[in-house]
């Protein structure tokens, strides 16, 4: 069982900066991470991804401002979000997907609001 502890949530300002972070306890080689968020009455939708080779993946809407990053030795996977938008605000959730077996699993997730 792959458990999935995220941090860094909160409340920040438009233009602001937060920073998410994503421990795995346990995790399936080789996989894929990343952040999906879902705003209330809207679809989860991904926000970032990286493969194991690291490969990076990035919504249009955050192109430019968000960074994803991992550590494959301590399984942690980032998101560096700067210039924070009002539209950002949503629950973000961290995905670990298996590039071989197909399971993946999500974290619990963390509440980033965007408000002045």
């Known amino acids: 069982q792959v458990q999935l502890v995220e941090f860094g949530g909160g409340l920040v300002q438009p233009g602001g900066s937060l920073r998410l972070s994503c421990a795995a306890l346990?995790?399936?080689?080789?996989?894929?991470m990343g952040w999906y968020r879902q705003a209330p009455g809207k679809q989860r939708e991904l926000v970032a991804s990286?493969?194991?080779?690291?490969?990076?993946n990035y919504a249009d809407s955050v192109t430019g401002r968000f960074t994803i990053s991992r550590d494959n030795a301590k399984n942690i996977v980032l998101l560096q979000m700067n210039n924070l938008k009002p539209e950002d605000a949503a629950v973000y959730y961290c995905?670990?997907?298996?590039?071989?077996?197909?399971?993946?699993?999500w974290g619990q997730g963390t509440q980033v609001t965007v408000s002045s």
């Open positions: 995905n670990v997907r298996s590039e071989t077996l197909g399971s993946e699993y």
């Open positions: 346990r995790i399936f080689s080789p996989s894929t």
């Open positions: 990286i493969t194991s080779g690291g490969r990076i």
